[in-house]
């Protein structure tokens, strides 16, 4: 088992290129699965990033820079860029690196707004959405539920994110400086029904902005108004109600950003929160009008203390190292039986030739049962030993080891279907039951 992964986010590229990425990634991981390229793969796609998780189908660690270039190839062509620069600009993990990676992304180390919880939602949904399609390999799936106890491990251990930060609320503070009068009086027009509009519903009701307004260009203001509240507004509604918002936020990443001449006249503040932009950037040149954007954000976020962050570091750290100890675990538990197929293998070829021998009797019975307690002695120490190098990350030696000595070929572990709990796994027990005499 390989994973690795593919990266492009705020830190490294600017919020369009993220976006024209994110384009391209759509099918990427569901094709590379169903021609064989790769067992497993899962795409996390937010507004400030594009993360391509995959694992190779067997022990290919040679064959980990040629995958990522095939996905990027991919992306690339889909997203109508340059395969150079897509290459040169993703950044690319692959075994324990990929553990430490998204365990710090999932904790809100990495985002806009350090602390932020909302890319713990946003990579519980992109697991979702790989086991819908089929994508979500046993060992993905045991990465991603790892992630998601240690986001949780770090907000009940750390005060990171406490004050309930996010890309959103941090948006609306923004917006609260610049614009008129107070959020009980304002009129606020939401573009979206997805994840973030439902987080900036909820955000403009804890300010107490009750007079909420939703356009949906795919037709789903009323089914979401009816479940979160608000108003619903129509293709012809539109223009009315964007001359009664004092707020216009932006949370679809529609086809077209919205072109500065389709909004009125007057006072108003618009924030875009779409990777990709749901109003044309022209906006900010309208006469009264304020523009914030994801970018706008970043610069504005503050900075969570030292200590949040420290501490969440070395929970992290920790999470990534037993991750890669269960991981290195499972891998040795493979090693294991086959030595224990092979002693055993040997062990019976012995009986054989005493039975062929001595014929059945009472005395071969006995023969054989002395013969498995001896052989399960000598497995013992090479079984503890396995375990005690699996924890200190040498697993490889002790397979190289079996390999030398006994010309023992280990596969890699069994991968697990996607729809079953990969921590609940028991191996079976391959101790051969005694024979019946005669």
Known sequence: MVLFCLVASHRSVDLNTVARLSTGALGVAEEAVSQGALSGAITLSTCNRLELYGELPEDGTRDVALA????????????????????ETMDTYHGTEVPQHLFTVVSGLESAVVGEREITGQVRRALNQARQSGTASGHLVQLFEAAARTAREVGARTGLGERGRSIVSVALDLAD???????????????????????????????????IEVYSGSGRAQQF????????????????ALRRADVVIGCSGGSAPMP?????????????????????????????????TLESVRVAAPEETRESVS????????????????????????????????????????????????????????IEMAMRR???SLLHIPTVRARQLAAEGRADEYISGLEALFGLEVAPPQTLPADRDPLAERSPSDTPRPRAAG
């Open 177 to 211: 400086d610049i614009t008129r009068g107070s959020w009980p009086d304002r009129h606020a027009l939401i573009f979206g029904t997805g994840a973030y509009a439902g987080a900036t519903m909820a955000a403009l009701r804890d300010r107490g902005c009750a007079d």
């Open 311 to 366: 501490a969440a570091r070395e929970i992290v750290d920790e999470a990534a190292q037993g991750f890669a100890a269960a991981q290195n675990a499972r891998t040795m538990d493979q090693a294991i039986v086959a030595l224990r197929k092979h002693t055993m293998a040997v062990l019976d070829t012995e009986l054989e030739k005493v039975r062929a021998h001595h014929g059945c009797t009472g005395a071969e019975e006995q």
């Open 260 to 292: 500065a001449s389709a909004f009125p006249s007057g006072p108003r503040t618009v924030i875009d929160l779409a990777l990709a932009r749901d109003f044309d950037p022209a906006v900010a040149d309208l006469p009264d009008a304020e523009l914030i």
């Open 374 to 376: 001896m052989v399960r």
């Open 225 to 240: 108004t009816d479940q979160r509240g608000g108003s619903p507004v129509t293709e012809v509604e539109l223009p009315a």
């Open 68 to 87: 990522q270039q095939q996905l990027a190839e991919r992306v690339a062509e889909r997203a109508g860029l340059d395969e150079r620069f897509v290459l």
